[in-house]
């Protein structure tokens, strides 16, 4: 095989993967589950990793959010668009694809869990600071902060079960596919899977 026809081929197993990820990010969001519970996280932090260009890493949490919230709210309005909070949220759950390079450079089961939980982390402070900054639901104080922060760590809590878990699962399949497969493209260590652009 030429490289050529090797480039089309990774770029085929990509494609899949992205296609796999936006189904799989779909159905976690779209059937039933305990609130923050997703793998929306997981899917930014396993595609920061896997893809060549973080473009597509983007597109897989960006597409699968804009499918579920169409089918979730029946419509993307320009309202939803000009919400403040939304885009904290959604730059929120695109936080992970930053650990690309730390992941890559030594994939282990320590990094994946500090990843996950940094992760966890920053949806919980940005989003919640969100909630209060943006919205009439808590007075816009000291002590009106700090309540919406308390309110929201049942959510945490979810949030941080959901990104360790769903990144076990996602990572576990991925190691798991690469020792026992023979999908060549993700047993190498090339520019064409860890390319840093």
């Known amino acids: 095989m030429n490289t050529s026809e090797h480039k089309i081929n990774s770029s085929f197993t990509f494609l899949v993967i992205l296609a ?3 189904v799989l990010g779909v ?9 923050n ?5 997981a899917i930014a932090l396993f595609s920061g990793f896997i893809f060549m260009k973080r473009y597509m890493a983007i597109l897989a949490v960006v597409v699968t959010m804009l499918l579920t919230d169409y089918f979730a709210f029946g419509f993307l309005s320009p309202e ?17 694809i930053v650990f ?12 994946i869990t500090g990843a996950a939980l940094a992760s ?67 047993k190498q260590k090339s520019s064409l899977i860890y390319s840093s652009g």
């Open 120 to 186: 966890s982390t920053v949806f919980f402070l940005a989003t919640n600071f969100a909630v209060w900054a943006f919205s009439p639901m808590y007075e816009k104080t000291w002590s009106g902060l700090v309540l919406c922060y308390t309110m929201a760590i049942p959510f945490f809590q979810n949030t941080v079960a959901g990104d360790l878990i769903w990144s076990g699962i996602i990572f576990g399949a991925y190691y798991a596919l690469r020792s026992y497969s023979n999908l060549a493209v993700l």
């Open 27 to 35: 159905a976690g969001r779209l059937l039933p589950h305990p609130p």
């Open 100 to 111: 690309k390079n730390f992941l890559q450079k030594k994939l282990g089961l320590l990094r």
């Open 20 to 22: 796999v990820l936006i």
């Open 80 to 96: 939803w668009f000009a919400s403040k909070s939304m885009w904290v949220v959604y730059l929120s759950l695109l936080f992970p």
């Open 37 to 41: 519970f997703t793998p929306m996280a």
